[in-house]
T-cell receptor, first 118, second 113 residues
Framework: AQKVTQAQTEISVVEKEDVTLDCVYE???????LFWYKQPPSGELVFLIR??????QNEISGRYSWNFQKSTSSFNFTITASQVVDSAVYFC???????????????FGKGTKLSVIP | KAGVTQTPRYLIKTRGQQVTLSCSPI?????VSWYQQTPGQGLQFLFE???????NKGNFPGRFSGRQFSNSRSEMNVSTLELGDSALYLC????????????FGQGTRLTVV
């Protein structure tokens, strides 16, 4: 079965510091998609990025950047110059085939709670 | 453009009862997927519907079921509720399949007593 591990349960940083959220995944398939979502206190998950397994190009969007490395099965997320509004729980997720059911599903990591202190 | 709407927002049910949750996707979106979020298990995929057909299913017992109507609205039903079913149930919609950008609703908080 596929698996997503976010080893950092909680991280606290002071505003304007850079922070990297780690994500390691496991899958036997060669075709899959990786995602990052943000869940603010309101509870609604907000889509941040999708990356397919054939595109290892890193991406930058404003203060956000993502580093995808298939060799280490990692898809890390960096926030540069963090702000208080970045405080939220961040989830990494993997879309791919479930091992026995022949069905595809989105598997989430346990999430990393980021607190940015002013 | 209206977002994903889930109703009700909060629900309290008694063990053994059944419950139906509703999700209205963004206009034009044909895929609706459901997730259960609990402190212990985190976010878990329940199932996905596309054009009224269940396309993918997570590892949940048969007490959890769903359906999608011709207007893409979806309902999720849980029968014979157990205390462990207490959770935040999130619905997401996307234009195509789940592997594309999904927009989430605010969820339904179900408490089973």
């Amino acid at each position: 079965a596929q698996k997503v591990t976010q080893a950092q349960t909680e991280i606290s940083v002071v505003e304007k510091e850079d922070v990297t959220l780690d994500c390691v995944y496991e899958t036997r398939d060669t075709t899959y998609y990786l995602f990052w979502y943000k869940q603010p206190p309101s509870g609604e998950l907000v889509f941040l990025i999708r990356r397919n397994s054939f595109d290892e190009q890193n991406e930058i969007s404003g203060r956000y950047s993502w580093n995808f490395q298939k060799s280490t099965s990692s898809f890390n997320f960096t926030i540069t110059a963090s702000q208080v509004v970045d405080s939220a729980v961040y989830f990494c997720a993997l879309w791919g085939p479930d091992s026995g059911a022949g069905s595809y599903q989105l598997t989430f990591g346990k999430g990393t709670k980021l607190s940015v202190i002013p | 453009k209206a977002g994903v709407t889930q109703t009700p927002r909060y629900l309290i049910k008694t063990r053994g009862q059944q419950v139906t949750l509703s999700c209205s996707p963004i206009s034009g979106h044909r895929s609706v997927s459901w997730y259960q979020q609990t402190p212990g298990q985190g976010l878990q995929f329940l199932f996905e519907y596309f054009s009224e057909t269940q396309r993918n299913k997570g590892n949940f017992p048969g007490r959890f079921s769903g359906r999608q109507f011709s207007n893409s609205r979806s309902e999720m039903n849980v029968s014979t509720l157990e205390l462990g079913d207490s959770a935040l149930y999130l619905c997401a919609s996307s234009v195509q399949e789940t592997n594309t950008e999904a927009f989430f609703g605010q969820g339904t908080r179900l408490t089973v007593v």
